[in-house]
């Protein structure tokens, strides 16, 4: 089965500056999705970013950018010049097809004035 | 956003009482799922749709079953809630139609309390 691990479980980053948010996924195929999801204290869960597998390049969404490794299986979140609304849990997932999402448990993230 | 209602958004059960949970959307996906999310543990597949009728078992299974008799609804049911299912519960829906990326949107959740 595939899984997804999110290694840091907190974070926090100062405003206006950039942090990192790490995903590593476990899959024997090729052909895939990966999803960055947003939830704020409003527990809605907003899409952020996706990334198509079979595209070498990275995907861009503003701020937010993601970095890619597909012989390493890892997908990192860059989030740029952070405001205090970036503050939320933010979940990596993964998906086959249309199998269902696979999530991580999930990094938890501070932006502090 | 997309069209995806639950009802009810809270609600407080005691222990052996039978609890059903709605989904409902107005997107005419074919994939509907049900996911429960627990500090700790993200979200956790349950049960899932990939048609009227037609249904299969998620991760955390174990307690729940579900019903899909059209489309646009997806019904959770605890037959015999107990506290370990306290938990916020989400229903989210994709397409398999290209143009919509296999992406899941999601509903807004219910928060459920089993004491």
């Known amino acids: 089965a595939q899984t997804v691990t999110q290694s840091q479980p907190e974070m926090s980053v100062q405003e206006a500056e950039t942090v990192t948010l790490s995903c590593t996924y476990d899959?024997?195929?090729?052909?895939?999705?990966l999803f960055w999801y947003k939830q704020p204290p409003s527990r809605q869960m907003i899409l952020v970013i996706r990334q198509e597998a079979y595209k070498q390049q990275n995907a861009t969404e503003n701020r937010f950018s993601v970095n890619f490794q597909k012989a390493a299986k890892s997908f990192s979140l860059k989030i740029s010049d952070s405001q205090l609304g970036d503050a939320a849990m933010y979940f990596c997932?993964?998906?086959?097809?249309?199998?269902?999402?696979?999530f991580g448990k999930g990094t938890r993230l501070s932006v502090i004035a | 956003d997309a069209g995806i209602t639950q009802s009810p958004r809270h609600k407080v059960t005691e222990t052996g009482t039978p609890v059903t949970l709605r989904c409902h959307q107005t997107?005419?996906?074919?994939?509907m799922y049900w996911y429960r999310q627990d500090p700790g543990h993200g979200l956790r597949l349950i049960h899932y749709?990939?048609?009227?009728?037609?249904?299969d078992k998620g991760e955390v299974s174990d307690g729940y079953s579900v019903s899909r008799s059209k489309t646009e609804d997806f019904l959770l049911t605890l037959e015999s809630a107990t506290s370990s299912q306290t938990s916020v519960y989400f229903c989210a829906i994709s397409e398999s139609r290209a143009v919509y990326t296999y992406e899941q949107y999601f509903g807004p959740g219910t928060r459920l309390t089993v004491t």
């Open positions: 749709s990939y048609g009227v009728k037609d249904t």
């Open positions: 899959t024997s195929e090729s052909d895939y999705y």
């Open positions: 997107e005419n996906h074919r994939y």
């Open positions: 997932a993964y998906k086959l097809g249309n199998t269902p999402l696979v």
